[in-house]
């Protein structure tokens, strides 16, 4: 079992940044492969990053590419994802999550096994 718990969410003005981060308990935090999705009001959940156990690497939606860069420190069980140049748009309920051997359904969330309870992030104009 995994736990996960995000925090760093707020209220931002257009073009600030926010840096989210996900504590991660229980089995071997470096053994998956971690992902942020989002989900806006009235829309579904989306994809938004995620990164590799093993090899570290990055893959991101088109729409926060060049923007949103996810990281983390295995040995603080934690993944972060820096979040720039912020838009109304990113307004959203930001979930991590974890999963085991995802590979290339990296944007799925049938892929992951655990979730955190979301961190909100509003983003003002």
């Known amino acids: 079992q995994v736990q996960l718990v995000e925090s760093g969410g707020g209220l931002v003005q257009a073009g600030g940044s926010l840096r989210l981060s996900c504590a991660a308990s229980g089995r071997i935090f470096s053994a998956h492969d971690m992902g942020w999705f989002r989900q806006a009001p009235g829309k579904e959940r989306e994809f938004v990053a995620c990164?590799?156990?093993?090899?570290?690497?990055?893959y991101y939606a088109d729409s926060v590419k060049g923007r949103f860069t996810i990281s983390r420190d295995n040995a603080k069980n934690t993944v972060y994802l820096q979040m720039n140049s912020l838009k109304p748009e990113d307004t959203a309920v930001y979930y991590c999550a974890a999963g085991y051997g995802i590979g290339n359904w990296y944007y799925t969330e049938r892929s992951y096994n655990y979730w955190g309870q979301g961190t909100q992030v509003t983003v003002s104009s």
């Open positions: 990164i590799s156990k093993s090899t570290g690497g990055t």
